[in-house]
């Protein structure tokens, strides 16, 4: 179904040149005289690779019919990741390369939405925020606050991040998977 081109919005799913893409950032401009545009950056769902394209009203863009499944990660075999799907108990599997943006926040039995494309699965939308185990980090000093800084902190996935002073090894963190930044204590 072709879609106006001002009615595009970041996170959008479309088919462009034959291939489904999700709209990474879009920027619409009218200038003077001239027609309006818009400035897209799209991430290919089936390769991730990403362009920046300028459209124009004249194009044809459609929208793309994208499948929300509910996943459960179970677990990666260096370049493949494995995931079951929990209505038909079927497993999916995604490449690495298509993950970039969220396999470092995977944990075990961690349940996901999967993005399918003509019943293929081509992406992961992690929840809105995520607890986490800190396995490394410096000790917390009494009398340590929130306002007085952060420090360097390991989860158990591996991956780095910033959280207060007083965070120690072994608490558990809550983390935005948007941002990935320190959301609170559980």
């Known amino acids: ?37 818009c400035r897209v950056k799209l991430r290919n769902m089936k390769n991730a690779q990403v362009i920046d394209v300028t459209l124009r009203y004249s194009d044809k863009v459609e929208a793309a019919f994208i499948e929300k499944k509910t996943l459960q990660y179970l677990y990666n075999d260096g370049e493949q990741y494995h995931f079951l799907d929990m209505e038909t108990y079927e497993e999916l599997i995604l490449r690495e390369e298509l993950l970039a943006d969220v396999k470092d926040m995977l944990q075990d039995n961690l349940e996901l939405s999967g993005l399918s494309y003509e019943n293929e699965l081509v992406s992961l939308e992690l929840p809105l925020s995520l607890e986490f185990k800190i396995t490394e980090t410096e000790p917390g000093v ?8 952060t ?21 558990v963190v809550k983390i935005d998977t948007k941002t990935r930044e320190y959301l609170g204590r559980v």
């Open 151 to 171: 420090k360097p902190a390991k989860i158990s996935t591996g991956m780095v991040i910033m959280v207060p002073l007083f965070v120690n090894t072994g608490d």
């Open 142 to 149: 009494r009398g340590d606050t929130v306002k007085a800084g």
């Open 1 to 37: 179904m072709p879609i106006q081109i001002g009615s595009i919005r970041p996170s959008m799913s479309l088919i462009y040149n034959g291939m489904p893409h999700i709209v990474v950032n879009c920027e619409h401009a009218k200038l003077g005289r001239g027609a309006a545009f």
